[in-house]
């Protein structure tokens, strides 16, 4: 029987994917996410698939999840693409592990997680292999023995150096720990670090802002991803700014710690790689991140996961006591998937390859989106340049508005 789907069509027990879709395996690079669900604390405006222990003990207080099984029950969903991923494959270029709080875990338990995936599927020579981090839980030995274990890049959530904003998102790092743990992580071996960064925080101030980018870019970090604020229904953000207790920044505020954040970050010799992603060099880019935004395979491990193989989506049951009791079962922990049209498939190649420097290319737009295109850069949010070698590709101003160049175009 299938697994019960509350949206999209119904995934077989056993996973296995339409042949159209494993007949493309060879065309794309893959790559794995692996989840990590477990969070000491929930963050404020963080709707994330995430739990902390207390929310993970029953009614008689039974533990119905663990932490110290967790990496076991990942590599059993391992296996389990080693089963359905048949035919002619690539090895794994990209492997990026996120939460949660993946480094609540011990490195050894992500290392053999990366073990798992490399012993059943091989790796690329130049393979990318990310954590992320919370500044709180790591050390200078626990990055120490990450680099030992084969990860080759880690990203740290900084959010911001103003202790009064990280009061406001309820982050549980100390001002200043970020950056020493991109100095540790250097000490380690690590030649690419990230630093998350979010702007438009209520009570930020543009002076605040300002604090946050000097501090990112003095660190160090060869990549800086930074993202406006959205407040999420159901976060506990969101129920203080609807009782009034804070409120939102506007879209012209958003705008301008957009720039601010582009200023910055090229006087530093940063490039906008994306949107919201900034590197040093074409090395420190998210190899990762760039193979969702070109179209290619990735197997999504853990609860709430999604996953996206030939044009066939799908995404895991949330709650880690179903996810465990569907691998302890051998059945696929898939709660559901759909498969995209043609027209679905080109539609999301435009709205995220547009995002990307070099942006898509002119041959994914019908005949209204070569006009609308045209208008775009006579406007200015396209790149003229770029239009002339067959590609849309987003000026500055384009970046700010992007979401409704993309509306415009398709």
């Known amino acids: ?19 159209h879709s494993l007949a493309e395996l060879g065309d794309r690079p893959l790559g794995f996410y692996v989840h990590v669900p477990f969070c000491v604390t929930r963050c404020g405006y963080c709707d994330f698939n995430t739990y902390t222990a207390e929310e993970l003990v029953s009614r008689d207080g039974t533990a119905t999840s663990s932490r110290e099984t967790y990496a076991e029950q990942a590599i059993a969903e391992i296996d389990l693409a ?30 053999s997680v990366l073990a798992a995936i490399r012993d059943r599927f091989g790796l690329t020579p130049d393979a990318e292999v990310t954590t992320e981090a919370n500044p709180e839980t790591v050390t200078p030995d626990y990055l120490r023995r990450l680099r030992e274990a084969g990860f080759s890049r880690v990203s740290f959530g900084m959010q911001s150096a103003r202790p009064h904003v990280l009061r406001v998102l309820e982050r549980g790092h100390t001002p200043g720990r970020p950056e ?27 002076d605040d802002w300002a604090a946050s980018l000097e501090a990112a870019i003095g660190a160090g970090p060869d990549h800086v991803s930074a993202y406006s604020l959205i407040v999420e229904e159901g976060t506990r953000l969101a129920a203080r700014v609807r009782r009034g207790e804070l409120t939102e920044p506007d879209d012209d505020t958003m705008a301008d710690r957009y720039l601010m954040a582009d200023e910055a970050l090229a006087a530093a010799g940063y490039t906008p790689y994306e949107v919201s992603n900034w590197a040093r060099t074409p090395e420190g880019r998210s190899a990762h991140n760039s193979l969702y935004w070109t179209g290619g395979h990735w197997w999504g491990v853990g609860p709430g996961a999604h996953s996206h193989v030939g044009g066939t989506r799908w995404w895991n049951v949330k709650h880690p006591a179903a996810y465990a009791a569907r691998l302890a079962a051998r059945e696929t922990p898939a709660q559901a998937r759909e498969i995209l049209t043609d027209d679905e498939r080109r539609f999301e190649r435009v709205l995220l390859e ?17 006009t609308t295109a045209e208008r775009l850069v006579g406007e200015g949010l396209l790149e003229p340049g770029a239009h002339a070698r067959g590609y849309a590709a987003l000026t500055r101003r384009g970046r700010l508005l992007a979401d409704a160049v993309v509306r415009d175009l398709t």
Do not use: K
């Not at 029987?1 to 042949?19: F, K, N, Q």
């Not at 290319?361 to 209204?368: F, G, K, R, T, V």
């Open 1 to 19: 029987m299938p697994s019960v789907a509350l949206d999209g069509e119904p995934v077989p027990r056993t996973g296995e994917l339409p042949a």
């Open 354 to 370: 547009l995002r990307m420097e070099q942006g898509c290319p002119l041959e994914l737009l019908d005949a209204s989106g070569l």
């Open 180 to 206: 020493q743990c991109v100095a540790w992580a250097r000490e380690a071996g690590f030649e690419h670090v990230n630093l998350d960064l979010i702007y438009g925080t209520p009570s930020e101030s543009d």
């Open 82 to 111: 080693d089963r359905v991923l048949t035919g002619e494959r690539p090895p794994v270029s990209t492997v990026f592990i996120g939460g949660g709080t993946p480094t609540l875990l011990p490195a050894e338990d992500l290392g």
